[in-house]
T-cell receptor
């Protein structure tokens, strides 16, 4: 079955710096790759997603890139702010009735 | 106007007891899920229902039994609770697996 690996497990950056989180997946049939943000004690919430027919997607300070050949995708956060501090999860799915497989999470801390 | 709600929010119980967690969504979604998030924050799918039909049933002890009385509700019953069942259980819903999943606030289960 699908396996999603996520790195790093923790990431500390200074406010204003960029942060990059990387994920690799094993099943080349996967075609949907969302990213979820989970603040402390809260529920996971979708922040951005990308489908396999697109190589990059951007939403303000957040961007996601997908390399289907290498089977990896990355989350880029620019001009980080303290409120970006949270655990970020990548995920992958083949769609239809297939499940969403989550990565192990990255704890991002943004220091003022 | 809560989209996905769960009750109870906290559940503290003794080993061997039976307990239920309820979930409701008012988004009109066809698919609902149960996830388990352990102390290391790993987020793992347990079950998924589409229009009241079970479509995903991961390797979960048969002490866990989901029930979907209608497509807006998905409940989780756990028999003979064990210490290792302590975790946060999240309900979620989406229109499709490859669409945004909306998570409930979580139920923090502690088995003593």
């Amino acid at each position: 079955g699908e396996n999603v690996e996520q790195h790093p497990s923790t990431l500390s950056v200074q406010e204003g710096d960029s942060a990059v989180i990387k994920c690799t997946y094993s099943d080349s049939a996967s075609n949907y790759f969302p990213w979820y943000k989970q603040e402390l004690g809260k529920r996971p919430q979708l922040i951005i997603d990308i489908r396999s027919n697109v190589g990059e997607k951007k939403d303000q300070r957040i961007a996601v890139t997908l390399n289907k050949t290498a089977k990896h995708f990355s989350l880029h956060i620019t001009e980080t702010q303290p409120e970006d501090s949270a655990v970020y999860f990548c995920a992958a799915s083949k769609g239809n009735t297939d499940k969403l497989i989550f990565g192990t999470g990255t704890r991002l801390q943004v220091f003022p | 106007d809560t989209a996905v709600s769960q009750t109870p929010k906290y559940l503290v119980t003794q080993m061997g007891n039976d307990k239920s967690i309820k979930c409701e969504q008012n988004l009109g979604h066809d698919t609902m899920y149960w996830y388990k998030q352990d102390s290391k924050k790993f987020l793992k799918i347990m079950f998924s229902y589409n229009n009241k039909e079970l479509i995903i049933n991961e390797t979960v002890p048969n002490r866990f039994s989901p029930k979907s009385p209608d497509k807006a509700h998905l409940n989780l019953h756990i028999n003979s609770l064990e210490l290792g069942d302590s975790a946060v259980y999240f309900c979620a819903s989406s229109q499709d697996v490859v669409e945004t999943q909306y998570f409930g606030p979580g139920t923090r289960l502690l088995v003593l």
